[in-house]
Nanobody, 122 residues
Framework: QVQLVESGGGVVQAGGSLRLSCAAS????????MGWFRQAPGKERDFVAG????????YYTDYAKGRFTISRDIVKNTVYLQMNSLKPEDTAVYYC???????????????WGQGTQVTVSS
């Protein structure tokens, strides 16, 4: 069984920054890619960013490029999402995810955490 513990969500003003963290534990051996998804009210869950096991390759959806940065600490088995220049439309529940890959697409992930709320006020 896999456990994913997310943290770092909260309320921030537009233009501000937040850093999300997700620590993975349990049976993660075959799930070597980690990523972030988000789900806004009334919308489907979308892929935001993903990274390979080493963290050397990262992938972003268009709206995340240039504003969000995903990184990974292999020793801690933790993935981070640094979000800068936040906009009200970034308001959503953000979910950490793991999978067997590929890291670049939503289909590469098959287990999600409970999510953390991010609210960006205008």
């Amino acid at each position: 069984q896999v456990q994913l513990v997310e943290s770092g969500g909260g309320v921030v003003q537009a233009g501000g920054s937040l850093r999300l963290s997700c620590a993975a534990s349990g049976r993660t051996a075959r799930r070597n890619v980690m990523g972030w998804f988000r789900q806004a009210p009334g919308k489907e869950r979308d892929f935001v960013a993903g990274t390979t096991y080493s963290g050397s390759s990262t992938y972003y959806t268009d709206y995340a490029k240039g504003r969000f940065t995903i990184s990974r600490d292999i020793v801690k088995n933790t993935v981070y999402l640094q979000m800068n220049s936040l906009k009200p439309e970034d308001t959503a529940v953000y979910y950490c995810a793991v999978g067997s890959g590929p890291a670049s697409t939503a289909t590469g992930y098959d287990f999600w955490g409970q999510g953390t709320q991010v609210t960006v006020s205008s």
